[in-house]
């Protein structure tokens, strides 16, 4: 098995799709620091299933994913795939078989990981299961990073067993060993459910059959109660009957009376008509008329703000024409100054000019010199160039044929070796036997099928055990929304009787003290009471005001003395009386109807309250009808504004007495809302508790399911594993001999090819060498010539310098001189413009007072007329105003006419709504009745029919009440027992076959333990002998000396820890703790490769071990990678040279980009060859 290709996307530096390839058993990743090159072993643990961000050098798990540069936006995702080539099988269990694995962990920002298999979406379970017992894992001993190689000497010694455990191959077995353990323990733990569950069902059992008998009785009992009921509403029916016939004579005899009423009415609304039609005419005349009067009081208005007008603006204009003046004169002076300032400047400039003249020529002169000699320089530099690039190219080919001839020296000794292993090899292979394979291939067969039904069950006890939570789910749900519903509506309900209780005057301790002196602290209040239409509470609580939480009482003279002796301030008492008339005299009767109309229940009379007040829509309404008032009467509009005929007040802002109407209003839906949802929560925690008990039942099923179907798997899995590792070993076998035998005959022609190379390359190199020395004679001449010129060309820049500088100094002087004489150039023609334009706004400031005071006496001739004329018309409009009112009087006495009719008509529309209501009743009562009767699963005529001529409801109402009495002596009655017995004895006697079921698979796991124990025992007592004698081999040749060896902490073979000693040559040390950092190392190498030749991981990784090791060590530790790469795949990071030539191929990790990784791939022999032609 090995590694063939590392593909990474996104990963921490690896932004772009990199692929590492990896051709030869020993590959070397090499770059200077922080590039990444430590980032590919992260990838590797990564994906093999690492959860620690810690132990891949992050914090969180999202720290993998490239999280931007510079130059990048971070991604949203990373990646990374390892593809094994397992055509010799090592990789065991159901994937033995395939040649190629590939496994691939995907992560985003949620985050969460995703792995695949063989490009299938799969567990991290599963990944870990396929290197079980291969040596290679994410924590194993196959990856050691920078800092593990002290960790692994010093490790406590149950980390140190292991990596002895991965190395033995018993992984597996504790993962095994867990699961069973985890198995008996749910077993055990069903198995003390279920004797709970059996004992209490025998109890059930016993209660069940006593209420059976006794639903049994409740049966017959209820049968006879409902005959009996539908005869007794068959009785109330008949007499029902003759009301109703009666009834609805009263009505149609009120029908013809209300007819009459209507056409009186109706006669008064045509002469109302009629009179309103003139009233209209007389007001259009008045409204014309007082449109005129309105017209000459705004033209009066406008004349006398035209004459203040021009007066103000003539005054302001002789203002401005003043300060015109001062800033002329101003001026003047100032152009007199820039004359003589521009006659100086332009001297100056004169004298200037030929010194920057000659500056300039001296600074040409010698800037021509100076080319002239960089001309040179730059010939002498060119050909010291082609001499040194002759150089370089020399020096090129003498280290590229010095590393051919190693090269192919080292690739010579390589193949020798190579044949040597391919023959020992090719030696060893053997068949194996064709009868093992056919007897294992019948057990997984019967396996297979026995598997099969289990697994059927298992699935149809999952999906009715789904069902039943989505159903407990949605009970749960509904019951939670319910009782958060009916939470919510009592905290409702109680806030809003606190609300009320204080608004009314409930929580005064003042007045109910009193009142409970006189008797009267359980009487209601008025506010309590009290409903109105809709969007008139606010003006009904404004004119109740503080009568709202009065007290009503039946006799106010009873409490005259008490409530003016020791009584609240603010307390209020009403007297209950009849109900008063209303006044028909009021002018606004007939266009606003009363507050006291608006009530909705009358309750106690508050006549004396509200009397003489109307209701009006808005404002403007009650404004319009303020005039026609009289002195006790007033106006509320449905916004609480309150208008009398000479007062109005506005409603004060919310506060605690502020809604109390409506509040009693909802605190009565409430109270409604409450008791239904009080109700229903009932109903829900009963199906809830259903629900429940059937899930419990159905888990007890699944979970003995599950259990078999498990230990099946295994033993399935066991079996198909072994089979599959018998195919793939024989198929291997074959096709190794064959590989084997071709690589011996390819490694032969090979061995020729390179024995001619490699004496090519020497004849070479010896012609390379003579050519060198006449390349340096070359290079010494143009050296010294070049050092001349330079000192040549530095007297040349010095003097150019000199010269620029001076022509830059007399330049910029002059520069400045001709920017100073165009500034007052332009100064003095601003300013002669700035004189003109101020002779020009002289001239119209004077223009513009004349105009000004021009029209002034001409208005005030104007404004006198108007003043005349508006006093005629103001005459005419009071002429206009007499004649409404008396058309309104006249309308006044035609309304109070047509509201008598209003009241006739009102009250035979009573009468005859009474007269419905009662017919509606009784229709209701009816319905009711036949209802109760079809509820009883009988009809009216059958039962009408069939029932005794002597029977009345007297008699039948007392046969009903004995039965029912007699249903109640049994007390409550369970009407499904009779089914429940029978129910739960069937599950009775299920359970007790899942017992004894569940007590025969614990006796299974359980001697399954302890086989998984023995065997754990005997392998790692093996592994840890084995590993013991070759470290003792393998340090004296890592240190040249010394031993080392390996020591038990405990004396059972199960769980003891093991710890290491090391006493390198020359020292008596016998703790790792004492030993140098690069003794350390070297040790942890020793242990590492002592595990190796145990249990040879197929691919190890190596990160920068070899740091603390000096030149000779490093030696040897190459050597020993060197030697161990025909059995194992090694990825070494490395800084040390000797190292990386030891590698077949290289690979060089770059940040060229800031912040991204990149890779560049080398293999050491295609490069030398390359580099040979």
């Known amino acids: 098995m090995r590694l063939t290709q590392i593909k990474l996307s996104g990963f921490k530096s690896f932004v772009d799709a990199t692929t590492v390839i990896l051709p030869g058993s020993l590959s070397a990743v090499v770059g200077p620091n922080g590039c990444g090159k430590s980032n590919v072993i992260d990838a590797v643990r990564w994906v093999m299933g690492e959860s620690s961000a810690r132990q ?45 694995i590939a496994i691939r962990r995907e992560v985003n920002r949620d985050p969460k990981s995703t792995y695949f298999l063989n490009g299938i979406k799969c567990r991290r379970r599963d990944i870990q299961d396929v290197f079980l017992g291969t040596g290679f894992g994410p924590r194993s001993y196959s990856i050691i990073e920078q800092g593990m190689i002290s960790q692994l000497v010093e490790a406590k010694p149950d980390e140190l067993r292991g990596y002895l455990e991965e190395a033995a191959g018993i992984s597996k077995y504790r993962e095994r060993r867990r699961e ?50 539908a005869e007794l509403y068959t009785l109330r029916h008949i007499a029902l009957a003759g009301e109703l016939a009666e009834l ?37 005349a008045f409204n014309r008329v007082q449109g005129r009067f309105y017209q000459l009081g705004s033209e009066i208005s406008r004349a006398e703000e035209t004459i203040d007008f021009s007066t103000r603006r003539a005054s302001q204009l002789e203002l401005d024409l003043e300060g015109v003046t001062r800033r002329v004169e101003e001026m003047q002076g100032q152009l007199a100054a820039d004359e003589q300032l521009l006659e100086a400047l332009g001297a100056e400039l ?131 929304g319910a009782r958060a519903n009916a939470q919510s509506l009592r905290q409702d309900l109680a806030s809003l009787e606190a609300v009320q209780a204080a608004a009314l005057g409930r929580d005064k301790s003042r007045h109910e003290a009193w009142l409970v002196g006189q008797g009267l602290s359980g009487r209601s ?51 209950k009386t009849a109900a008063a008339e209303t006044s028909a005299e009021s002018r606004l009767a007939q266009d606003l109807p009363l507050l006291e109309s608006l009530l909705r229940n009358q309750g106690d009379n508050l006549g004396s309250l509200l009397g003489g007040v109307f209701a009006a829509e808005s404002l403007e309404v009650a404004m319009g009808c303020r005039r026609r008032l009289a002195a006790h009467e007033s106006i509320i509009t449905r916004d609480g504004v309150w208008v009398g005929s000479d007062w109005i007040t506005v409603a004060p802002e919310a506060d605690a007495q502020s809604g109390v109407i409506q509040r009693g209003q909802e605190i009565e839906i409430l109270s409604l809302k409450v008791e239904e949802s009080e109700g229903a929560l009932g109903v829900l925690e009963a199906g809830l508790l259903e629900h429940r008990e059937r899930i419990s039942q159905l888990e007890g099923e699944r979970e003995l399911l599950q259990r078999q179907s498990a230990v099946l798997s295994g033993t399935l899995s066991e079996r198909r594993s072994e089979a599959r590792v018998r195919e793939v070993q024989q198929q291997e076998a074959e096709r190794r001999r064959a590989r084997i035998q071709a690589e011996l005959d390819e490694l032969g022609a090979q061995t020729t090819d390179e024995s001619q190379r490699l004496l090519a390359a020497q004849e070479t190199m010896v012609a390379v060498e003579s050519r060198r020395t006449e390349i340096n004679i070359q290079r010494d001449d143009v ?41 007052a150039e332009t100064a003095r023609s601003r300013m002669q413009q700035q004189l003109k334009d101020l002779a020009l706004q002289s001239d119209t ?58 009241a006739r008509i009102s009250t035979l529309r009573e009468t005859l709504e009474e007269a419905r209501i009662g017919h509606e009743g009784l229709v209701v009562t009816e319905k009711n009745i036949l209802e109760k009767i079809a509820s009883t699963g009988r009809e009216l005529e059958t039962v009408r029919a069939n029932m005794p001529e002597e029977a009345n409801q007297s008699v039948w109402q007392e046969n009903l009440d004995a039965i029912q009495r007699r249903i109640e002596r049994l007390g409550a009655i369970n009407l499904a027992a009779i089914d429940e017995f029978r129910t739960e004895s069937e599950r009775k006697a ?77 020292k008596r040390n016998t703790s790792v703790h004492l030993l140098s950092g690069g003794e350390k190392a070297m040790t942890a190498i020793s242990l590492i490769f002592a595990i190796f030749h145990l249990n040879p991981s197929p691919v190890c990784l190596l990160d920068e071990v070899d740091a603390p090791l000096d030149d000779a060590n490093v030696g040897r530790y190459a050597e020993l990678i060197r030697e161990m790469s025909s059995e194992v795949q090694f990825i070494v990071i490395t800084h040390n040279k000797i190292t990386m030539e030891a590698a077949d191929h290289l690979m060089g990790v770059t940040m060229n980009e800031p912040g991204v990784s990149r890779l560049v791939s080398v293999d050491v022999g295609e490069a030398v060859a390359l580099a040979a032609v």
């Not at 593809?83 to 990789?91: I, K, M, P």
């Not at 960089?374 to 003498?398: D, G, K, P």
């Not at 008139?536 to 009065?550: D, I, N, P, Y």
């Not at 150019?800 to 520069?815: I, S």
């Open 350 to 480: 004169g004298d200037q000019t030929p010194r920057v003249e000659a500056a300039q020529a001296v600074e040409r002169q010698a800037q021509l010199k100076l080319e002239e000699v960089e001309r040179t320089h730059r010939e002498v530099l060119r050909r010291a160039e082609e001499i040194n690039q002759r150089f370089n190219e020399n020096s090129r080919q003498l280290d590229v044929q010095r590393s051919r001839i190693e090269h192919f020296q080292q690739l010579l000794e390589r193949q020798s070796r190579r044949r040597e292993s391919l023959a020992l090899d090719l030696a060893g292979i053997v068949d194996l036997p064709q009868q093992e394979s056919e007897e294992l291939q019948a057990a997984i067969v019967g396996l297979d099928a026995e598997k099969e039904n289990v697994d059927g069950a298992a699935e149809e006890s999952r999906l009715g055990l789904v069902d039943a939570r989505d159903a407990l789910r949605q009970t749960e749900k509904t019951l939670e």
């Open 180 to 229: 069973t353990e985890n198995m008996i323990k749910h077993t055990s733990e069903n198995l003390a459910r279920l004797r709970d569950i059996r004992e209490e069902l025998g109890k059930q059992l016993d209660r069940l059959q006593r209420q059976a008998k006794a639903a049994e009785r409740y049966r017959e009992l209820k049968e006879e109660e409902s005959k009996t009921a």
């Open 525 to 575: 209040r008025i506010g309590e009471s009290l409903a109105v239409v809709n969007g008139w509470e606010r003006a009904l609580e404004t004119v109740l005001g503080a009568f709202l939480h009065g007290v009503v009482v039946d006799d106010l003279d009873q409490y005259a003395v008490a409530i003016g002796v020791d009584a609240a301030s603010d307390l209020a008492l009403i007297e």
């Open 248 to 284: 609805n004579r009263k009505i149609q005899q009120s029908r013809v009376e209300l007819e009459a009423a209507n056409t009186e009415y109706r006669r008064i609304e045509t002469e109302i008509d009629t009179v309103r039609a003139e009233h209209a005419d007389q007001s259009e």
């Open 990 to 1066: 299920y359970l007790d076959a899942q017992n004894e079921d569940l007590e025969q698979a614990l006796a299974t796991l359980r001697e399954a333990m302890r086989k998984i124990d023995r065997e754990t025992r005997v392998r790692f007592k093996e592994t840890f002998e084995t590993v013991n004698k070759k470290l003792g081999e393998l340090f004296p040749k890592v240190f040249g000396g010394g031993h080392a060896y390996l020591e038990l902490t405990g004396e059972d073979w199960l769980d003891t820890g093991v710890t290491l000693m090391a006493r390198p040559p020359g």
């Open 845 to 902: 400031l004077r223009s513009g007072i004349e105009q000004s005071r021009q029209p002034i006496p001409e208005l005030r001739r104007g404004l006198e007329e108007k003043l005349t004329l508006r006093t005629e018309v103001e005459g005419e409009l009071k002429t206009i105003r007499l004649a409404l009112e008396e058309l309104d009087s006249t309308v006044r006495t035609l309304e109070t006419a047509r509201h008598g009719a209003e």
């Open 783 to 823: 050296l010294t010539e070049r050092q001349k010129i330079e000192e040549r060309i530095a007297e040349a820049r010095q003097s150019a310098r000199q010269a620029r500088d001076a022509y830059h100094g007399v330049n910029a002087d002059l520069a400045a001189l001709r920017s100073r004489h165009d500034a």
């Open 56 to 100: 891949i050098r992050g914090e969180t798990s999202t720290d993998v994913i490239f999280n931007g540069s510079a130059g990048r936006k971070p991604t949203v995702s990373a990646s990374v795939e390892l593809l094994f080539d397992n055509t010799d099988g090592r990789v065991g269990g159901q994937y033995a078989a395939y040649a190629e």
